[in-house]
C-alpha cells in the first residue's frame, strides 16, 4: 500500500471502524455512509455512526447500489436517494431498519382520496404504511417502487433500547428507492425550534375543565369550586384532572392599578376571588384535581400604559405603538421580562398552579412586535428573538414540570418551549365552530404529539347532542388536548355519560406526515356563518347553540380535491392500538359535511385486505358481523358519527368491544389471555358503576360459565352475527369503594362443540 492509499484509508473509515465512533449529539446534516460486504452479500448504509439499513441478498445475481454522497439530491433541506437493483430473477431481500429508542412507523404523505387519517397508540408496523420516523434525531426514511411486506407486527427494541423493524422486499432489475431526510421536521418542513434531542414536550394525556365558555368574565371563585365539586364528583374517577380558570379572574382594565408591574396586576385576583390564587389553588387540591391558569401578552389599559411607558413599544415618532387586538406592546428586553413578566409566572406557580395558558402570543408577535418591522424598527430576525425571550422567560419560571398551552394557533417560534399548542381558533356551540375542530384537527394531525399536543380548543356540550359526541369522540380517541367549557347545568346526564365514556383521552401520535395543507378553507372567524368576532360588550354571555344547514356547512368548506369523495378529507381516521391486551383498529367516520351510504375498503384504513375482520359499532353498542376487504356503511347526517372497533378474526373467543371507552377498550382492560378454554380479562373500573363487556364467540364454541374476582357479572344472550358466529354481551358491576377505582377478573369458560375441530 503506497502512502497516499494508506492515508486515503485513514481518511475513509469504512463501516466496520465507522461504528465503533459514537453518534453525536446532534444528528447531523449528513448522508448515509454505504459499505458492501461480498461475502455476506449484505449492503449496510450507517447514519450519525449507527447502522440505520442492512439489506440481505439472497442468490447470486450482481447487486447495484447508490454510493454514499453520490446519492445527496439536496443540501438543504437534506434528501439522499438510495436505489438498489440487482441482475437476473426477482428475490425476496430482507431488509433490517436500525432506528433510537424513540420511533414510530409513518406515512411519509398525508391522508389521500378516500384514505382514513391514520394515527396509533403504541409502535404497531401497519400493511403498506412506507415510512419510519426517527423521533429522537428527527430522521425520516421512507421507500417506494416495489412490493413489500413487514416480517413483524411491531416495532421492538434490541439490546440496547433501540427500534428494529424488518420487512422483505422484492428486488430485481427495477430500481428500489429509499429517501433518507435528516431533520425532517426541523427543515423540510420548516419547524426549526424541533430539537427532541434536547427536549420533548410532556405528552400526557390532558383533560380538564376551563371556565371560559362556562362563564366568560363572569366567573368567580364560587363558579370555580363549584364546578371542582360537580367535576370530582362525576369525571374525576374517569380521568378529568384540571380546573382552569381563564379570562375574567383579573382586575379590568388590564393592568387595573397604573402604579404596579404587570406580574404584580396578574398576582392580584378580583373582588369575586377573595381566596386569592393561593387560596383558590388549595381548594382545587383539596378536591382531588389540579389547578390550571390562564394569561395574557395583551395590555389594554391607556392609563397603565401613559404611567409605566418604558418598556412598550413606541413608533417612530416616539408615541406608543398600538397593535390589533393586543394595543399596547411590551418591548420583551431581558429588562422588562424581569420586572414585568418573569415574577408572576413565578407568582403563580408558587402559588401551587401546575397547568398555563399563555394567550394572545400570535398577537404579540403579528400585531405587535411584526408592527415593528413593517414600520422599520426592528428586524424580522431581532422580532422573533424576543418573541421567544418572552416564551423563555415563562418557560423557566413555571419550571419543567408545569404543563404549559401556546394559545392560539400554530407559531413555528414557539416549538421547543410549550407543550400543547391550541391549532385553531375559539371554538363555541355553533357548527361553524365544531366543523373547525374536526378540519382543523385533520389539518394539523401531522404535528400531533411530534412536536407538541395539539389543542382543537374546548368542546362545548350544550350544542346539539350529536355535534358534542362526534366532537368529544374526536378528541378522545385523537388523544388530543380535552378540555370541557360549559356552565354546569349544561351537563345533563346523556352528556355526562357520553363524556364518561370518552375519558380519558389516548396517547395517540399521528402516524402519517407531510407538509401544511392549505388547500382548503380555515374555519376561523368566519362572520358569515355565525362565527362573528366577539365585541366587548359580548363577553359577559356564553353563546348559545344556532342551528346549521347542509348547504351552510357545504358553502364554508368551499371546494377542494376530495370534497366530492364518499369521505371527504377529516370526515375518515383509523387509530390503530398495539396494547397489552392485544391489537385492533378504532375507525371514526365524523360527518364534517353530510356522509352518504358508502362501502369502506380496509386497504385504506391501512389493514390487510386479505384479513377477516370483526366489527363492533359502539354509540350503537351493536356487533355487526365478520368482513373481509370491505363493509358497508350506513349515510351519516352532518354532525354525526361512527365509531366502529375492527379486530382480525381469531379462531377464538376474545374482547370485542366495551361500554366503558370509545377506544374499546384501551382503558378499563388491563390484561386478556386465553388457555385451556378460558378467556380472562383483567379490569379496572369505577367504584360502584356497571359496565358492559362484548366478548366475540366464533363457530364452535359455547358458554359454559362466566365467573369473576371482586366483579358482579351477568351474561346476556348471544347477540348473532350469522351462523353460530356472535357477540356475548356481559354486564360487570364493579363494588363501590374508598377510592375512585377498583380492580378485578372476568373468566369467561367455554366448550368446544363435538364438530369443531
Known amino acids: 500500500m503506497t502512502e497516499g492509499e494508506a492515508k486515503k484509508k485513514r481518511l475513509m473509515p469504512d463501516e466496520a471502524n465507522r461504528l465503533l465512533l459514537h453518534a453525536v449529539p446532534v444528528p447531523p446534516l449528513a448522508h448515509a455512509y454505504h459499505h458492501w460486504d461480498e461475502n455476506r452479500r449484505t449492503l449496510t448504509y450507517t447514519y450519525n455512526n449507527r447502522r440505520l439499513i442492512s439489506i440481505q441478498f439472497p442468490g447470486s445475481g450482481r447487486v447495484s447500489f447508490r454510493h454514499g454522497s453520490d446519492g445527496t439530491l439536496q443540501g438543504l433541506p437534506f434528501v439522499q436517494q438510495i436505489y438498489v437493483m440487482l441482475t437476473g430473477a426477482n428475490v425476496t431481500a430482507t431488509v433490517t431498519l436500525e432506528l433510537s429508542h424513540d420511533a414510530v412507523n409513518m406515512r411519509p404523505a398525508r391522508a389521500g382520496s378516500e384514505q382514513a387519517i391514520i394515527g396509533q397508540v403504541g409502535r404497531p408496523l401497519l400493511p403498506g404504511v412506507n415510512g419510519l420516523y426517527d423521533l429522537h434525531q428527527d430522521l425520516m426514511i421512507s421507500w417506494f417502487g416495489h412490493k413489500w411486506e413487514w416480517k413483524e407486527a411491531r416495532l421492538r427494541p434490541d439490546e440496547n433500547g433501540n427500534l428494529i423493524a424488518t420487512m422483505e422486499v422484492e428486488l430485481g432489475p427495477k430500481t428500489w428507492i429509499v429517501k433518507i431526510k435528516p431533520h425532517y421536521y426541523r427543515t423540510h418542513l420548516g419547524y426549526r425550534y424541533h430539537k427532541p434531542w434536547e427536549r420533548r414536550p410532556n405528552l400526557k394525556p390532558i383533560a380538564g375543565w376551563c371556565t371560559w365558555e362556562a362563564y366568560r368574565r363572569e366567573v368567580s371563585e364560587e363558579k370555580v369550586l363549584e364546578g371542582a365539586d360537580f367535576f370530582a364528583r362525576h369525571l374525576r374517577a374517569y380521568g378529568l384532572e384540571y380546573i382552569q380558570i381563564d379570562d375574567g379572574f383579573e382586575k379590568l382594565p388590564f393592568p387595573a392599578d397604573t402604579e404596579k408591574t404587570i406580574a404584580d396586576n396578574w398576582l392580584e385576583m378580583k373582588a369575586e376571588f377573595p381566596s386569592g390564587h393561593a387560596g383558590v389553588v388549595n381548594r382545587i387540591k383539596e378536591r382531588g384535581l389540579q389547578p390550571g391558569i390562564w394569561t395574557s401578552s395583551s395590555i389594554y389599559n391607556q392609563d397603565w400604559a401613559d404611567a409605566q411607558p418604558e418598556f412598550l413599544l413606541k413608533d417612530e415618532s416616539g408615541e406608543l405603538l398600538l397593535g390589533d387586538w393586543i394595543r399596547y406592546v411590551l418591548d420583551c428586553t431581558p429588562e422588562a421580562l424581569e420586572k414585568h413578566v418573569a415574577p408572576y409566572f413565578r407568582g403563580l406557580r408558587e402559588a401551587g398552579y401546575t397547568y398555563f395558558k399563555i394567550d394572545g402570543i400570535r398577537h404579540l408577535l403579528y400585531d405587535g412586535l411584526q408592527e415593528a418591522v413593517l414600520r422599520g424598527l426592528m428586524s424580522n430576525d431581532e422580532a422573533e428573538r424576543r418573541f421567544r425571550r418572552f416564551l423563555e422567560c415563562g418557560r423557566r419560571e413555571i419550571g419543567p414540570d408545569s404543563y404549559w398551552l401556546s394559545s392560539w394557533g400554530v407559531l413555528t417560534q414557539m416549538v421547543g418551549l410549550c407543550d400543547a399548542c391550541r391549532i385553531a381558533q375559539d371554538a363555541m356551540p355553533n357548527w361553524a365552530g365544531m366543523q373547525m375542530q374536526i378540519v382543523e384537527s385533520a389539518r394539523w394531525f401531522f404535528t400531533h404529539r411530534i412536536l407538541y399536543l395539539n389543542d382543537p380548543d374546548h368542546v362545548c356540550v350544550r350544542a346539539p347532542f350529536e355535534w358534542s359526541r362526534s366532537v368529544l369522540s374526536l378528541v378522545s380517541l385523537t388523544g388530543q388536548l380535552f378540555m370541557l367549557s360549559d356552565a354546569l347545568q349544561e351537563y345533563d346526564e346523556q352528556r355526562i355519560r357520553v363524556i364518561q365514556q370518552c375519558l380519558p383521552p389516548l396517547t395517540t401520535m399521528t402516524c402519517e406526515t407531510g407538509p401544511l395543507n392549505t388547500d382548503y378553507a380555515a374555519f376561523t372567524w368566519t362572520k358569515l356563518h355565525s362565527f362573528a368576532v366577539i365585541k366587548d360588550k359580548d363577553v359577559r354571555e356564553p353563546f348559545r347553540p344556532q342551528p346549521a344547514e347542509d348547504q351552510e356547512a357545504c358553502n364554508m368548506a368551499g371546494v377542494w380535491e376530495t370534497l366530492n369523495d364518499d369521505h371527504p378529507f377529516s370526515s375518515l ?58 363493509m358497508q356503511c350506513p349515510a351519516l347526517p352532518l354532525g354525526h358519527c361512527q365509531i366502529l372497533a375492527i379486530r382480525a378474526a381469531l379462531d377464538r373467543p376474545q374482547l370485542l368491544s366495551s361500554s366503558r371507552h370509545v377506544s374499546q377498550d384501551a382503558v378499563s382492560v388491563k390484561t386478556q389471555s386465553w388457555r385451556g378454554n378460558e378467556l380472562t380479562l383483567g379490569l379496572e373500573g369505577v367504584c360502584g358503576t356497571r359496565e358492559t363487556y362484548w366478548v366475540h364467540v366464533p363457530p364452535g364454541f359455547e358458554l359454559a360459565t362466566v365467573t369473576g374476582e371482586n366483579l358482579k357479572l351477568e351474561a346476556g344472550r348471544l347477540k348473532a352475527g350469522g351462523g353460530h358466529d356472535g357477540a356475548l354481551p356481559i354486564q360487570v358491576e364493579f363494588p363501590a369503594g374508598d377510592g375512585d377505582r377498583t380492580q378485578g377478573v372476568l373468566v369467561v369458560t367455554f366448550t368446544r362443540r363435538q364438530s369443531a375441530a
Open 573 to 630: 381516521w383509523a387509530v390503530h392500538l398495539d396494547t397489552e391486551i392485544g391489537r385492533w383498529c378504532v375507525v371514526g367516520r365524523w360527518a364534517s359535511l353530510p356522509l352518504r351510504a358508502s362501502k369502506l375498503k380496509f386497504a385504506n384504513l391501512t389493514l390487510d385486505p386479505a384479513r377477516e375482520y370483526l366489527v363492533f359499532d359502539f354509540w350503537k353498542q351493536e356487533y355487526l358481523g365478520r368482513f373481509a376487504g370491505e
